[in-house]
């Protein structure tokens, strides 16, 4: 049985994904939370086979939740759910360290597959695809414009992101407490466009 949370805001979706996963003979929903704050803990209590991470939620954003998860549980597979399959997209899975991501709203069938899959160890990404979105984060702002708005610190913190270093890590790397690794990466995603600007950051 493949054991699974769902961090997702609006209610309705996810009741949806929950009886799309209780559907299934082997997958079974064993927490799930609308907000960043009620997420961590209940991820940590249940400790999860894969956890289904919505983007933008109402206190914060899933790509951090994600790199939490990374830093405190990194045996759990995470799976971003985004609106829109682009560019953002695949740099929000990449600073997650994800190992998919899906589109809002995605099929029953490709659900169930995505948490087999990650489940079963495979990534949903493409490792080609990550290596691309990791080497835009070591080049310059003049050779990239959708990173040009990034300052030196985010830039430096998204950097050491692309070398698989979880927020802990980083901060030990440049010397800086966690919370600050943290306020860095959530500028950065504002800044790409992949979370809203004026969310209150984890």
Known sequence: MISVFLLEDHDQVRAGLRRIIDGADDLRVVGEASTVGEALDQILSTN???????VELPDGNGVEVGR???SHCPDVKCVM??????DEALMAATIAGADGFLSKPTSPASL???IRQVAAGHQLVEPALVSSVTERFRHGPVEDPLLADLDPHERRVLNLVADGRTNRQIGENLDLPEHSVKMHISDALAKLGIVRRGFTPV
């Open 48 to 54: 999860p086979d894969v956890a289904i991470l919505d």
């Open 68 to 70: 939490d998860i990374r």
């Open 81 to 86: 759910l985004t609106g829109i399959m682009d």
């Open 112 to 114: 169930v597959n995505a």
